[in-house]
Nanobody, 116 residues
Framework: QVQLVESGGGLVQPGGSLRLSCAAS????????MGWYRQAPGKQRELVAD???????NYADSAKGRFTISSDNTKTTVSLQMNSLKPEDTAVYYC??????????WGQGTQVTVSS
């Protein structure tokens, strides 16, 4: 069983930066897409950004220009650099890995709180 472990969350002031990282417990074969989602209290989980195995990236409108997703398929890690953070970015952030054969792995989530 593959486990995804996120790190890097925490409390940051508005305008600050955080870098989230997600590492798999073992190598995952035939990766289709790796991504970051978030869920704020009382809201549905939403996509923040994802990156295809070929390197193509996709961002939610709220993340464009502020967040950067990157991955290292060899090590099965995916990171999310978040700059210019806003209070509305406060949420639990989850990493996700989807494979070409239909497996979808999720991390346990890491809390990001943007507050002064």
């Amino acid at each position: 069983q593959v486990q995804l472990v996120e790190s890097g969350g925490g409390l940051v002031q508005p305008g600050g930066s955080l870098r989230l990282s997600c590492a798999a417990s073992r190598s995952i074969s035939r990766i289709y897409v790796m991504g970051w989602y978030r869920q704020a209290p009382g809201k549905q989980r939403e996509l923040v950004a994802d990156i295809m195995s070929g390197g193509k990236t996709n961002y939610a409108d709220s993340a464009k220009g502020r967040f950067t997703i990157s991955s290292d398929n060899t090590k099965t890690t995916v990171s999310l650099q978040m700059n210019s953070l806003k209070p509305e970015d406060t949420a639990v952030y989850y990493c996700s890995v989807q494979t070409l054969v239909g497996f979808n792995y999720w991390g346990q989530g890491t809390q990001v709180t943007v507050s002064s």
